[in-house]
């Protein structure tokens, strides 16, 4: 089925849009993943899927949105890819979503509304203690990495440990790459995060949680989907239990900070309203900070921060 399903990708989009392809391709290795698993369907051939697979496939992403590991956005992109490359694979639209949102019985939306968790320092340092005590100590790296350089999850794990912390000694900016999505990684997307002492310190943490003779947090023979369902999933209630609903919550948190550092104002979700005191500026800001989330869409960056105000 991965296989396959890249593939069909590949010729349906006649070798080119390398970008779309390889995000399609991302979010079908995820539903492969569910298929294969055991308290799943253990599918391992697509010719098995159904309509009721994929109805079982939105339910578990509902509840993954409920217990805050997944966002609405991704639910829905994820339905959407699974849609594209089913139609790519079968040459029909036969089992499909007809309506992703609908099927997640939520609306996607792409304004903040309450402000995000994470934002004082004094809580994210109560939530690294609980995850040290309770050894967890790659999770404590991960939390730090998405509060101080706006990393995503898939980032700061999968991030390349030796080579930030070079760029972090000789040029004070570390370029995140590793793990990135889809067509934005590498040379051609550079994403620079600028280095204070709060960034060392998360980068010296993740180095000393890094496992032997690896390059960033995972073991050499642990594959990522099992660091993530074995380790940073059961972790999760730790994480709510201190009053942080996600990882992503910390994204929005960096971002959110970041505002208030370019532009002098708090952040709109915060009570800020430079918008109206100099649009110009929050314009500049948006477009900064969209670039370090690695999103490089200035309309994105309301989901992190709020709405202009």
């Known amino acids: 089925m991965s296989y396959a399903g890249s593939q069909a990708l590949k010729d349906l989009f006649a070798g080119g849009h390398f970008a779309t392809v390889k995000a399609h391709s991302y979010r079908w290795q995820a539903f492969v993943r569910w298929c294969r698993s055991e308290d799943d369907p253990d599918y391992n051939d697509a010719r098995q899927i159904d309509r009721q697979t994929l ?20 639910a829905q992109n994820r339905l959407s890819s699974v849609n594209r490359t089913l139609s790519a694979l079968r040459g029909d639209q036969d089992v499909r979503i007809a309506s992703p949102s609908q099927a997640l019985g939520q609306k996607r939306s792409t304004v903040r509304t309450r402000a995000p968790d994470g934002q004082d320092h004094q809580q994210v340092q109560r939530v690294l203690e609980v995850l040290g005590e309770q050894h967890h100590e790659r999770l404590a790296a991960i939390v730090l990495l998405a509060r101080t350089t706006g990393m995503r999850l898939r980032e700061a794990i999968l991030a390349d440990l030796p080579r930030l912390h070079r760029e972090a000694e000789h040029l004070d900016r570390i370029n995140i790459q590793d793990g990135t999505k889809g067509g934005r990684s590498g040379a051609s997307a550079p994403r620079w995060i600028v280095v204070n002492e709060e960034v060392k310190a ?43 609903m996600g990882f992503h919550e910390l994204r929005a948190a960096y ?55």
Do not use: M, W
Request: hydrophobic share 35%; net charge positive; aromatic share 6%.
């Open 55 to 74: 109805q079982d496939y939105a339910a578990y992403l509902r509840h993954q949105i409920k217990q805050g590991e997944l966002c609405i956005a991704t």
């Open 202 to 244: 998360a980068l010296q943490l993740a180095r000393n949680a890094s496992p032997p003779r690896s390059r960033n947090l995972l073991a050499r023979d642990e594959s990522y989907s099992v660091f993530l369902h074995q380790t940073v999933l059961p972790a999760r209630q730790t994480l709510h239990e201190q009053g942080l």
């Open 255 to 309: 971002a959110c900070e970041r505002y208030e550092q370019l532009t002098g104002h708090a952040a709109p979700i915060n009570g800020g309203h430079c918008y109206r005191i100099d649009h110009v500026l929050d314009q500049r800001a948006r477009q900064q900070i969209s670039l370090e989330l690695g999103h490089n869409r200035i309309d994105v960056v309301s989901a992190f921060i709020g709405r202009v105000t």
